[in-house]
């Protein structure tokens, strides 16, 4: 396939494999931010092909995995009303809240529909004028600007049955909660190339001047890895903390500004609370004051709903970097992509589903 085969090239993967061999002289933990990252790792072995005290931990960019229990509850709560549309990508369905799913709730009767983009949520709010149609707007700085262009399209046809249940996250933050935390072992990170193709990269430049961590902006290809972990190998031998470009084919230092306008616009930055992990400060997109007629939460009263997090699973841990999916006590045995307790068993991006997928590492006796 064109502009892919090139990037999954056996030969060059070795030669990448093996110049990082010769650059690593000692240990070093390096974390890739993306679950698209985590699961190319996965799928395509990469983690086996790296010299012996370079270790790759998995980070919390899954926005499924991270959106808070709680908000799944009002998106379940949402979604159960007789006068509602509830629109989502399709990944979100089997995500587990307190007591069931979206899933569960279409079961039931509740209108849940699968869209592919929320430009389709507004199409249905002008169909049906008499049904609230409720999107589901999860995601990183990477589908804020489509979210942003729904709620102003919608503004801009005067719809009054569309709304957003947001629980929009923001990359750098949840890196600087990693660095500051007391467990934290990551000496250097891979940065989302998606995410940067939007933001740029000049947000990591603070972060990289304090805590003295370089960070590579990287692609999602094999080679793309590889050559993203030489990169940032070098920079770590040679004693520098720089952010370095990888991903050259889709990510400029300043971003998309047009995208960004437009989310500036409509979002707010707010804290936010991420799933496993706990409150992260200025680390999600709210929306704006100018657009708050358009926030489900408001709309519905739902904004004091609360919830409990599963005692068993580590899933923050995992997120954080701090353990492994096969750590887990449920993995593989009490939880599975079939009947997964934690998000990150249940998302394509879930560093937990990616093990179990494409390891077969030794479910957990205890
Ligand atoms: S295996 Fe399941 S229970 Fe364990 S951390 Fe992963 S999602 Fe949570």
């Known amino acids: 396939m064109k502009f892919l085969d090139e990037y999954r090239d056996a030969a060059l993967t070795r030669q990448l494999a093996a110049k990082l061999a010769q650059r690593v002289t000692r240990p070093w933990t390096l974390m890739e931010v993306c679950g698209g990252q985590t699961h190319a790792i996965v799928k395509f072995g990469l983690d086996t092909l790296l010299p012996p005290g370079l270790e790759l931990v998995h980070g919390p960019g899954c926005p499924v995995c991270v959106t808070p229990i709680e908000l799944i509850d009002k998106a379940l709560e949402i979604a159960a009303r007789p006068e509602v549309i509830f629109c989502s990508f399709g990944d979100m369905l089997r995500v587990p809240g307190s007591k069931m799913d979206l899933l569960s709730v279409k079961a039931r009767g509740g209108d849940v529909r699968i869209v592919y983009s929320p430009i389709d949520a507004v199409k249905l709010a002008q169909d049906k004028p008499s049904r609230e149609v409720v999107f589901f707007a999860v995601g990183f700085e990477t589908t804020a600007p489509a979210n942003a262009i729904a709620v102003a399209q919608a503004r801009q046809f005067g719809l009054k049955n569309f709304s957003l249940l947001v629980s929009h996250v923001l990359v750098p933050p949840a890196m600087e909660a990693i660095l500051a ?14 995410v940067c193709a939007i933001m740029g990269y000049t947000e990591y430049e603070p972060l990289v001047r304090k805590h003295r961590v370089p960070i590579v902006v990287t692609g ?42 437009l989310v500036r616009e409509v979002f707010r930055v707010v804290p936010r609370k991420w799933r496993g992990i706990g409150e992260i400060p200025q680390s999600g997109l709210g929306l704006s004051e100018a657009y708050a007629e358009f926030d489900a939460e408001m709309r519905f009263g739902v904004a004091g709903v609360g919830a409990e997090e599963s005692g068993e699973c580590i899933s923050g841990l995992i997120l954080q970097g701090v353990r492994k999916p096969h750590e887990c006590p449920a993995f593989g045995a009490r939880c599975t992509p079939d009947h997964p307790l934690g998000a990150t068993m249940v998302s394509s991006e879930g560093a937990c589903a990616a093990y179990h997928r494409y390891r077969r590492v030794q479910a957990a006796t205890h």
């Open 181 to 194: 935390s007391p467990d934290n072992r990551v000496q250097g990170f891979l940065a989302a190339g998606h």
């Open 220 to 261: 999602f290809e094999p080679l793309d890895i590889l050559q993203g972990l030489l990169m940032c190998v070098d920079l770590l031998e040679s004693g520098r903390a720089e952010v370095e470009n990888q991903y050259t084919r889709a990510v400029r230092r300043e971003g998309n500004r047009p995208a960004l306008e």
